[in-house]
C-alpha cells in the first residue's frame, strides 16, 4: 500500500538565492499524525502549499494518496482536506451556511448534506453556535469552523498549517482533542505543520524539523528526545555577552560534557548525569567571577533538539486575548 503523503526531493526555488524548501524527503504512513515543526520562514507553509497543489514545485516530486501532485492535482483537490494557517471566513454566514456551501462545493449528495454538517457541528463543538454569525465567533471558534469546513468530504487525508496559532491555552486544546479523535476514530492522517513545541510533542506520531528549507533532524518524539542522550542545565547568567562567553568556556571544562551553548543571557550546558555536577557549575562559575541568576536542570525536550541542531532556542508566537475572550 502506499503512504498517505511521499515526497523525495521536493524543491521550491523562487529565486537561486531564496532556496524556501531544498530537497526534501518525507514518508507519512496512512493513519497517522505528521508533524513538520520549524520556525516561521523554515519552509513549512511553501511544502504544504506544494503538497495541497496550491504552488509548483521547482524539482523533485511527490504523491498524495498515491496521486502526483502535478500531474494530478485536481484528483489531490477532490482527495484532501486543507486548512491554511490564514483563516478567511465571511463573517455576515453562519457557521451552518458555511458547512452547507462548502458541502455543495464538493459535491456531497443534497440528501446527505444536512446530517452531515449537523455532524461536523457536533464534532468541533459548534451546535450551539451554529445559526450565529462568524463576525461574532472567536479566534479559536473559527480555527474549529475552519477545521470542520476541511472535512466536509470526509477526506481521509488532512494538512493543517499551524491551526492554533494565536489561540489562547483552552482553544488550543480544544482543537488538539478534535485531531486526536478524528485520527483515532477514523484513521484520518494528518500532516500538521507547528512552531509549538508542545504541541508536536503531545500530538504527533513522527516529527520532522525543518530549518532554511531543508530537513535537519526526523523520528518520534520520544526519539528525537533520547538522541540527546544526556541531561540539559540552563544557567541565566548576569550581565552582557561578555559575561557569557565567560560562562561558556569556563563550563565546557565539564567532564561528561557533550556541548555547551550561548543562548541570548544564558548558557545551556548537556551533561551525563546533570544532578551531580551542579554544585561543580556553581563552584567553577563562582571562582571565574561569574555571577548567575537562576540554574536548571531538566530532561531533553523538542526544543533542545532544535537547539542542538540549529544553534537557536525556536520562538512561537504567544496566544493574543480579545475583548471577548477569544483569540486574535
Known amino acids: 500500500m502506499s503512504s498517505a503523503i511521499e515526497t523525495q526531493l521536493l524543491v521550491k526555488h523562487y529565486t537561486p538565492e531564496i532556496k524556501a524548501v531544498d530537497g526534501i524527503d518525507i514518508?507519512?504512513?496512512?493513519?497517522?499524525?505528521?508533524?513538520?515543526?520549524?520556525?516561521?520562514?523554515?519552509?513549512?507553509?511553501?511544502?504544504?502549499?506544494?503538497?495541497?497543489?496550491?504552488l509548483r514545485p521547482t524539482g523533485g516530486s511527490a504523491r498524495v494518496d498515491g496521486l502526483d501532485i502535478v500531474k494530478d492535482a485536481a484528483q489531490?483537490?477532490?482527495?484532501?482536506?486543507?486548512?491554511?494557517?490564514?483563516?478567511s471566513l465571511d463573517d455576515i454566514q453562519t457557521g451552518r451556511e458555511l458547512l452547507t456551501l462548502q458541502s455543495r462545493l464538493y459535491g456531497v449528495p443534497g440528501s446527505?448534506?444536512?446530517?452531515?454538517?449537523?455532524?461536523?457541528?457536533?464534532?468541533?463543538?459548534?451546535?450551539?453556535a451554529a445559526d450565529r454569525l462568524l463576525k461574532t465567533y472567536s479566534g479559536g471558534m473559527k480555527r474549529?469552523?475552519?477545521?470542520?469546513?476541511?472535512?466536509?468530504?470526509?477526506?481521509k487525508i488532512v494538512f493543517l498549517d499551524e491551526p492554533t496559532t494565536g489561540l489562547d491555552p483552552i482553544s488550543r486544546e480544544a482543537i488538539w482533542r478534535e485531531i486526536e479523535g478524528l485520527n483515532k476514530s477514523e484513521g484520518v492522517t494528518f500532516f500538521l505543520t507547528t512552531q509549538y513545541m508542545e504541541e508536536a510533542d503531545r500530538l504527533t506520531d513522527r516529527v520532522a524539523i525543518i530549518d532554511a528549507g531543508r530537513i535537519i533532524a526526523e523520528g518520534s518524539p520520544t526519539e528525537l528526545k533520547a538522541s540527546i542522550g544526556t541531561d540539559v542545565i540552563t544557567v541565566g547568567i548576569s550581565g552582557?555577552?561578555?559575561?557569557?562567553?565567560?560562562?561558556?568556556?569556563?563550563?565546557?571544562?565539564?567532564?561528561?560534557?557533550?556541548?555547551?551553548?550561548a543562548v541570548g543571557d544564558s548558557v545551556v550546558v548537556y551533561i551525563r548525569d546533570g544532578s551531580t555536577v551542579i554544585p561543580r557549575v556553581v563552584t567553577l562559575l563562582n571562582e571565574a567571577s561569574v555571577q548567575m541568576e537562576e540554574i536548571t536542570l531538566k530532561r531533553p525536550t523538542l526544543d533542545d533538539v532544535f537547539l542542538r541542531a540549529t544553534g537557536h532556542h525556536m520562538e512561537a508566537e504567544e496566544p493574543q486575548q480579545t475583548a471577548e475572550g477569544g483569540a486574535a
Open 27 to 54: 514518508d507519512v504512513p496512512h493513519g497517522s499524525i505528521f508533524g513538520f515543526l520549524g520556525a516561521n520562514g523554515s519552509g513549512k507553509t511553501t511544502t504544504v502549499r506544494m503538497l495541497t497543489t496550491l
Open 76 to 87: 489531490v483537490r477532490q482527495t484532501v482536506g486543507v486548512a491554511l494557517q490564514e483563516v
Open 112 to 128: 446527505q448534506i444536512k446530517e452531515r454538517v449537523e455532524r461536523l457541528l457536533g464534532l468541533v463543538d459548534l451546535s450551539d
Open 144 to 155: 474549529r469552523l475552519d477545521l470542520a469546513a476541511a472535512l466536509v468530504h470526509e477526506p
Open 240 to 261: 552582557g555577552p561578555e559575561d557569557v562567553g565567560k560562562a561558556q568556556q569556563t563550563l565546557a571544562q565539564l567532564d561528561g560534557t557533550t556541548d555547551v551553548r
